[in-house]
Nanobody, 120 residues
Framework: QLQFVESGGGLVQPGGSLRLSCAAS????????TGWFRQAPGKEREGVSC??????????WYADSVKGRFTISRDNAKNTVYLQMNSLKSEDTAVYYC???????????WGQGTQVTVSS
């Protein structure tokens, strides 16, 4: 299974920003759809954003709740996916996970995630 290591979480005030990183090893991210999920306390895990790769084409998907605030990107040289989170809200508080998504969903295992807490 594909494996990722997430980092970059922390405590931030409402309206603040954080950038999460997701490092992959042993495989090239350019061959797999990769993205971010999150799980808030008492809630099911949900998709946040995904870089979808299909037949050589790429597209980006965002959950409606983060559109316009979050930006996903990938650095091929570093084999790392990022999630830039701006204008954070208390409802963004969750453990964030990086994983295969879209057509690659299920090919990766869940890591430890990184905690994001938005609170004043």
């Amino acid at each position: 299974q594909l494996q990722f290591v997430e980092s970059g979480g922390g405590l931030v005030q409402p309206g603040g920003s954080l950038r999460l990183s997701c490092a992959a090893s042993g495989f090239a991210l350019t061959y797999y759809s990769t993205g971010w999920f999150r799980q808030a306390p008492g809630k099911e895990r949900e998709g946040v954003s995904c870089i979808r790769i299909s037949s050589g084409d790429e597209s980006i998907w965002y959950a409606d709740s983060v559109k316009g605030r979050f930006t996903i990107s990938r650095d091929n040289a570093k084999n790392t996916v990022y999630l830039q989170m701006n204008s954070l809200k208390s409802e963004d508080t969750a453990v964030y996970y990086c994983a295969a998504c879209g057509g690659s969903y299920g090919l990766s295992s869940w890591g430890q995630g990184t905690q994001v807490t938005v609170s004043s």
